[in-house]
């Protein structure tokens, strides 16, 4: 079959084999998939996938070794750039972080169920990257990027702090509780709002469905954890110039955000259908733009190379937890979720995608930022 001998073909330099024996080799379960994923691409990828047309025993060295290789830039032709050219379209035209737009990602991704992130996270419900260091698990890496956070700003007892993208509130509770500030969070997730306020209840801690171009008011220091590749690139300056506004002149603002090594208008097409609807991965380029001459950069720390051990951890919670949820939730649920996850440790393992935390202040520190690692 001349479609199967092409998927072959593709396939050569990555190690992987149909129907091999190793544990990151493809187990093809339906000879109509090599039509369909030469057609669709990764959408057709990670559809056949759900499916049940393929299966491979360790998906995420699967995906390691397939980004790892040459086979992307080996599949450019005119289908793929016929295909990623709507999405392009729709983030530069259409602008798909606008106001009115803002709030699909909480009903898509966010709301989708409460039980399924608690079985999945930490215990603080944090869905960000570890910080892994020093850390033995899960919780701890968690905690100490919390730290982190709370040390790279120099927060102090009475700070007002606002999180932007604040998910359960995970960040501001701990703030408040191991810093004593008093703490805003904003999400566009109204399940979030439900149990973030919840497991808050009882500190100076308030969390709003609110979206960040409706805050008013200032505070000492700002946090983004995990929000800013939902702005949009229409959107970025414009979420620059918003958090100066709402900056005290001596306060800092850090954005933590999973970031691209190159400048592109596209995403992956089944991670924007299925999991991340209009989301798209910032490059240093782009973020560079956005804080000129608005912003003075006085910190960049990378520790990507932790993304792939947090997703593994959320990745064993999940599976360990599936049966608890299940009743929740479809089996093509199961198959989408465990490709998202593995996917992506593939994808940080492959180092095509970087955490940043970058430390950012309206006019400069005078003595000069001291970097906290």
């Known amino acids: 079959m001349e479609s199967k001998k092409t998927v072959e073909s593709l396939l050569k330099g990555t190690g992987i084999k149909i129907n091999g024996n190793n544990p ?43 980004l790892n290789s040459n086979i992307q830039k080996n599949a450019m032709n005119l289908r793929v750039a016929l295909i990623y050219t709507p999405y392009v379209i729709k983030n530069i035209i259409l602008n798909l972080g606008n106001v009115r737009k803002a709030f699909n990602i909480g009903e898509k991704h966010y709301d989708i169920g409460n039980d399924l992130y608690r079985a999945m996270l930490d215990k603080r419900m944090t869905y960000t990257c570890g910080y892994w260091k020093d850390a033995k698990n899960l919780d701890e890496a968690q905690e100490a990027k919390m ?47 439900k149990l973030g306020n919840e497991l808050c209840r009882g500190l100076p801690v308030e969390i709003r469905m609110q979206d960040y171009r409706d805050v008013s008011e200032k505070f000492d220091h700002i946090v983004s954890l995990g929000m800013f590749e ?8 414009i979420y620059m110039k918003k958090i100066r506004e709402l900056l005290k002149d001596d306060g800092l603002f850090l954005l933590h955000t999973i970031g691209r090594n190159k400048t592109s208008l596209s995403t992956d097409l089944w991670v924007d259908k299925y999991i991340f609807p209009g989301g798209i991965l910032p490059s240093i380029k782009q973020i560079g ?62 180092r095509k995608g970087q955490l940043w935390q970058i430390v950012l202040s309206k006019k400069g520190i005078p003595s000069g930022y001291k970097s906290i690692r």
């Open 24 to 66: 990151y080799d493809i187990q093809v379960h339906n000879e109509n998939f090599y039509n369909r994923v030469l057609k669709q691409e990764s959408l057709g990828l990670g559809e056949s996938y759900m499916d049940g047309w393929w299966d491979v025993e360790d998906l995420s060295e699967f995906f390691y070794k397939i």
């Open 147 to 193: 730290d982190l956070v709370c040390r790279k700003l120099g927060l102090k007892r009475g700070d007002k702090i606002l999180d932007i993208g604040c998910g359960w509130g995970s960040f501001v509770k701990y703030a408040a509780e191991k810093y004593g500030v008093q703490a805003v969070g904003i999400t566009v997730s109204k399940e979030q709002v």
């Open 230 to 237: 939902h702005v949009g690139i229409k959107n970025y300056k």
């Open 289 to 350: 733009a956005s804080i000129e001459d608005v912003f003075v950069m006085e910190d960049w720390h990378n520790f990507g190379i932790y993304y792939a051990k947090t997703l593994l951890a959320w990745h064993t919670n999940f599976e360990n937890n599936w049966n608890n949820i299940k009743s929740n939730y479809d089996e093509r649920f199961y198959r989408m979720w465990r490709y998202y996850l593995l996917f992506y440790v593939g994808f940080f393992r492959a």
